[in-house]
């Protein structure tokens, strides 16, 4: 392993390994790690601390499989469920597949999850919401099929006070049900409603482990408390296009053998279809780490 290269930015302690800034806004490209290997104590205290810094995290080259992606994640919390199906009705695996691929191995259209093309951060309609999301890319195309970040702290910190002021203390409804509703996605069955019932969560939120103030929203959302649904529309997609703006956007252009860790509380995401979906191959392993109750 490679020893202490630190960014001008970073903290005082040096990283244990070579990492390197990618944008103003997050991402930092991680080299020298190999993620197969059991990880210390004192390799994870580097890494979340990266991860607190830079917010993405890409960890260049590496090829783990489902269970050592699985035997990695763990090291950072516990992993969620998911309430999305496979084509025959089972629940996807902990360790699921992000493709473009079909049964027979194939690119087409069909596979690919619509709700991903919008502005999210991972399960936002589960009472307590994720801390991170995974994904390790395994086949991408050569150009595109990128993902797009949003720093919803540079967003909320860029707004108008008398937006902050308005916007202080709503609380805004959450659900699977709206989730799919907002991109046209096919209603969910009665019992991934009974799964997954509406939560309720703050739009400004506090970042539990920097203590930054984020905006929180995303197409899981249904409305906001106690205003108009009209005015609750409106509002939700300006502060959505507030904070989407291309000063506050990373997007990431994958290479094979990217391992990439975000913080969803601080970043909204989008899958970009800038690729040419029904003719080549995408295919990313993914994990998603249990955070805290938003408030
Ligand atoms: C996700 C997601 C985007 C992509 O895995 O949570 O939103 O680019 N993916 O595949
Ligand atoms: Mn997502």
Redesign the pocket.
Known sequence: MQVAHSTETSAAAPYPFDIRRISDVAGAEIFGVDLKQPVSESLKEAIMRAFLEFHILVFRGQDLNKDEQHTFSKNFGELEHHVGRLPDGTPFPIVHT?TNLDADGNPTEKTVSKG?YHW?T?KSYHAIPSLM?M?HAKEVPANG???QFANTRMGYAALPDEMKARIADLQVEHSWEASRRNVGDAPPSEEQKRERPPVVHPLVRTHPDTGDKTIYLGHHTSHIHGVPKAESDALLEELTAHTTQEPFTYTHQWRPGDYTMWDNRCLL????PNYEVGKER?L?H?T?IIGTKPY
């Open positions: 992000v991903n999210h991972d999301s994904l099929g990128d993902t995401h989008r899958a970009r995408r990313l993914r998603v």
